[in-house]
């Protein structure tokens, strides 16, 4: 029997691939492309996760060492600068690697403390854990129609 934690790190891998997926059917030329009237381009979102899975890392596992100047959420807009393909690639499996290497770390009861944030208030780390599979499986799904029909 898988304990709490196998059981959500794997929930989180397999809803992840959603992502993961897409990633490998987008090209450099895809990274500028929006979907009308939305002006976040695929490598704005690509960059977005990455750093919302390392936020989600430093706040809510609390991370210490894991260092984050999330561009996307400061801007708060798509400045137009995500075009590196192998930059975002790369930002976004270490974040993976990042936010899944704590995960690993979480005891049975890690899952039933309350954390709390400014974004979603007091839950239970296993409620806010929704949060970043939705977070990103959401943000996937923007990026797999923006890549079909964007522009």
Known sequence: MLSKTETLQSLWVEART???NILKDISTEDLTKTLEPSQNSIGFLIRHIGDVELL???NVFKLTTTKVIAKTIIAKKDTG???NYNQLIDYAAHAFK???SIITQQTNSDWEAIIETKE???KTKAEAF???ISHTTYHAGQIALIKKYGK
């Open 56 to 58: 989600f890392a430093k």
């Open 120 to 122: 979603f208030g007091k």
């Open 18 to 20: 959603r992502f993961t």
């Open 130 to 132: 929704g949060r970043i």
């Open 98 to 100: 990042t936010l899944n």
């Open 81 to 83: 600068e995500w075009t």
